[in-house]
């Protein structure tokens, strides 16, 4: 785990049952920061705040609760998050300004924030270097399993760890993070600089993931850098190998949310080569990791290629349409947007049983790629969340 950083979570009662739904992240000296917020237009008041927060570009700790979401609770919700921020910046013997807050569960029902500042003490307390699990599961809403990555790196012959943990396993559509995510690094780093590596690392990789359509009110991604390892981003080479790691962890928490849809049983990457531009790849694919139409005849292992056609179609983008085709991993399904018969249906259907497949479009009218990955839609879907609030 990255050095300098200490994680806990436990129960404060916010949660119905008695699951661990408070957690903090706590850095042994102020760290940089940078932070990536929902694009909706209504955002609940952590995200507010540490919008606001943010600006200064330090951050020494991250008290993050489950179970409310904080938002729509006006006035009242924004005050509790700042109460909040404060009573643990005390506990913590830090500066307020430098406490951020995210909240993640149902909307529009005031915070329980007493229940949060009896368990302060106790989280405190519980601070360790190995917490992470802890405060992993203690951000978790209808998520099944926690979602934790770390890989090493070297800059300059100095080795550094970067170490990310979200949540999320519905409400998550590509429009800024989709979820809660938090990076943390012992690099040395500007805020500057690392925003604009959190903004690409994004844009590769947690904004070409999907389960369900749906943009969060409480979306946040912070990466916290505290330079306790001693390497530093000082060249060109140093920001490249940085951003791969960066980019290679986003993408492993990526996967991992796709793969814990909320009732998911499928991991489908929607692969989209051949256009004229990245930028009509990224729109076709997006399109059709959305169609709940394909997504819930893959559910159904239901080779339905026509629905990806017409879902190509509707993408808004200028196509040759007569030139498609269209796999399921190496079983070719169309072939110049013409079926390739009951036999490639057939083959498909046998990879549409596995877990993970990759759905590929070719468009053949340029050199201009992307992807996105998506899950199918089931039934249990419509179960977890006709039931989210009861």
């Excluded at 699951?19 to 932070?35: H, T």
């Excluded at 609760?65 to 609770?73: D, H, L, R, V």
């Excluded at 596995?354 to 479009?361: G, N, Q, S, V």
Aim: net charge neutral.
């Amino acid at each position: 785990m990255c050095q300098g950083f200490k994680f806990a979570g436990v129960v404060s009662g916010l949660k119905k049952k008695e699951q661990k739904d408070l957690g903090l992240i706590y850095s042994e000296k102020p760290a940089k920061v940078a932070g990536v917020f929902t694009r909706n237009q209504i955002k609940a008041a952590p995200v507010l705040l540490d919008m606001q927060r943010i600006t200064s570009g330090t951050c020494q700790a991250v008290i993050v609760n489950s179970g409310n979401a904080n938002c729509c609770t006006g006035a009242r919700g924004m005050q509790d998050a700042i109460s909040v921020a404060r009573w643990t910046a005390e506990k913590l013997g830090v500066a307020e300004e430098e406490v951020l807050v995210a909240s993640t569960g149902v909307i529009g029902e005031p915070l329980a924030v007493e229940k949060i500042r009896t368990a302060l003490p106790d989280l405190v307390n519980a601070l360790d270097a190995d917490g992470l699990s802890a405060f992993a599961e203690a951000i978790m809403t209808t998520d099944t399993v926690p979602k934790v990555v770390a890989q090493r790196g070297q800059l300059g012959g100095a080795s550094f760890t970067l170490t990310g943990v979200a949540k999320g396993s519905g409400m998550i559509r590509p429009n800024m993070a989709t979820m809660l995510c938090f990076i943390m690094t012992d690099v040395a780093a500007e805020p500057e600089m690392l925003k604009e590596m959190l903004v690409t690392a994004t844009d590769r990789t947690l904004n070409r993931i999907t389960i369900d359509g749906d943009t969060s009110t409480n979306d946040t991604a912070l990466l916290i850098a505290n330079g306790v390892s001693g390497a530093v981003i000082k060249s060109n080479a140093d920001r490249k190998e940085f951003q791969g790691v960066l980019d290679t962890v986003l993408m492993s928490l990526g996967r991992q949310l796709v793969k814990d849809g909320e009732g998911a049983t499928k991991l489908i990457e929607v692969v989209v080569k051949g256009a004229r531009s990245d930028a009509d790849a990224g729109q076709i694919a997006d399109t059709v990791a959305h169609s709940n139409l394909l997504k819930t005849a893959i559910f159904g292992e239901d080779a339905n290629w026509g629905r990806i056609l017409g879902a190509i179609g509707r993408a808004g983008v200028p196509l040759q349409p007569h030139t498609i085709d269209v796999y399921f991993d190496d079983v070719q399904m169309v072939q110049n947007t013409m079926g390739c018969g009951k036999n490639a249906e057939a083959e498909a259907t046998r990879v549409l049983k596995k877990p993970e497949f990759t759905l590929t479009i070719d468009l053949k009218a340029g050199n201009g790629r992307s992807s996105v990955l998506t899950c199918d839609f089931s039934i249990d879907y419509v179960k977890i969340n006709a039931s989210y609030r009861s």
